[in-house]
């Protein structure tokens, strides 16, 4: 994954930085509302949008840490060289998935980026294209993780007696 770190940083100096418009933005409309009795229309929307960007943005730097949710206990009974393949498979399922959400999100925006949101008149298509773009995102993610699985050695054999806890000699 070293090969993607500039990458990471950008997505997590984004993700940073949305999250500190939102909590910004949230304390503002709080402080508005009880101390002048009034909020401004526009920034619910525009933190509920910031939300689903940071949303799909950390899904990504959740895939380079490993970080999403795995179910193991299947896997984790087949011998290493056949489970390697396994997570090999899923690796390029979820490739090929991310390719296929691409591309019906591109559909997606000709449909619904025209439309604006209510209150804050933003255009939709820079809310739905968090969709196009994380996905393009995940998609060299998961070749890396595809290539570094292919490429892991297998692990060391372990003789009998060091399996029964003897010092193999």
């Known amino acids: 994954m070293k090969k993607l770190d500039l990458l990471t940083k950008i997505i997590s100096i984004c993700v940073a930085v949305l999250m500190a418009f939102c909590a910004v933005i949230v304390f503002i409309q709080v402080f508005r509302r009880y101390v002048f009795g009034s909020v401004f229309q526009w920034a619910e929307e525009v933190a509920i949008y910031s939300v689903i960007w940071i949303t799909f943005?950390?899904?990504?730097?959740?895939?380079?840490?490993?970080e999403h949710t795995r179910i193991e206990v299947f896997i984790n009974l087949f011998p290493h060289s056949i489970r390697k393949?396994?997570?090999?498979?899923?690796?390029?399922?979820?490739?090929?998935?991310?390719?296929?959400?691409?591309?019906?999100?591109?559909?997606?925006?000709?449909?619904?980026?025209?439309?604006?949101?209510?209150?804050?008149?933003?255009?939709?298509?820079?809310?739905?294209?968090?969709?196009?773009?994380?996905?393009?995102?995940?998609i060299p993610y998961f070749g890396v993780l595809i290539y570094e699985k292919i490429k892991e050695p297998a692990p060391p054999k372990v003789s009998a007696a060091q399996k029964e806890g003897g010092d193999g000699q």
């Open 85 to 138: 393949w396994i997570e090999v498979f899923d690796y390029l399922v979820c490739f090929g998935f991310m390719a296929l959400l691409c591309y019906h999100s591109i559909e997606l925006l000709q449909i619904n980026g025209a439309f604006r949101s209510a209150a804050s008149n933003i255009p939709m298509v820079f809310v739905y294209s968090s969709i196009l773009v994380s996905g393009i995102l995940m």
């Open 57 to 66: 943005l950390a899904s990504v730097l959740c895939l380079r840490d490993g």
